[in-house]
């Protein structure tokens, strides 16, 4: 019996409607596999959190966290606390101090007739956005300069060591010669003259240790334009941080909306938890609503088991979410249906075990 040990971070919005249904199909698996167990523990934390103690997490959280075998993650930020503040203090600590420096975004069109772009039924949209996940631009480095002054000097600094940018390239071009498929870099070295030139070096560097690999390079305004232009000549991209969170948003926008795009931040020496969440905020919009999409928090489950290496039911997700998709009138009302985020959750299972 192999048990796993979830810290369960519904956060703010409609994060705690969306984990509900992704821990009721852990659940579900849970009774129809004598094999495996879970056993889930939730912590507070979040934006109400914070207005009440004045931080997002306890200061010992990631000690707290440490022996979990995951961490689900519901969204984070909600009105009345600083987004900067709400990302800053929990998801992106989490990322960085469980080193999850890997995040895999896949960008997969599950019902050709939920891309917007034309030509729909011949729409083969399905790639992975290895996104670098612990340095560049979201570093947090910088300084704000003669505030309020007119010689006011804002700076944000981008770094990008020379561990952090080896790794994540070396796992993308492993992941490639894994999968056999193709590898693209998206950088911007014509502008960062230091960043996005070292980027570009190191990823011709890694490059001659793989020259089974077929590679190309792309300049992040000419990848944004093939994201909603020609997304099928995409297999696997490697990109920076701040450059993989706007693509992702764009391969959900051609692949069916944020209620369907899911992320996975890993620690791929499994030294600390990896962490599963949805793309998607926390809505506050609809928050408390029961509307919300729950399905990208599924499919977060679905590479949460991948990851345990559980890959039977990893898969038996994915496939079960594009049975799903192929009735809009059942899903939630961001999908052109009519059912509440229970009602998918609810329906999500009988499909799994039909
Ligand atoms: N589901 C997690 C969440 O609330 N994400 C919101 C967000 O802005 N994420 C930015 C990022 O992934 O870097």
Redesign the pocket.
Known sequence: MKQFNIALIP??GI?SEVVAEGVKVLKAIEKADSNIAFSFTEFPWGCEYYLKYGKMMDEDGIDQLKNYDAIY?????YPGVP?HIS?RDL??KI?KEFDQYV?LRPVTLLNPTLTPLKSKAERDIDFLVIRE?SEGE?AGAGDWLYKGKPEEVVLQTGVFSRKGTERIIRYAYEEARKLKKTLTSVSKGNALNYSMVFWDEVFEEIGKEYPDVKTYSYLVDAASLYFVAEPERFEIVVTS?LFG?ILTDIGAAITGGMGLAT?ANINPEKEFPSMF??????APDIAGEGKANPI?AIWSVSQMLDFFGEEAWGKAILSTIRELLMDTKALTPDMGGKGSTKDVGDIFIELLFA
């Open positions: 956060g703010d994060g993650l519901g969204a984070v930020g987004d990302l998801l992106i990322r995040n996940n979201y941080n969170d992320g969440e949805p793309v998607h905020g926390s990208a």
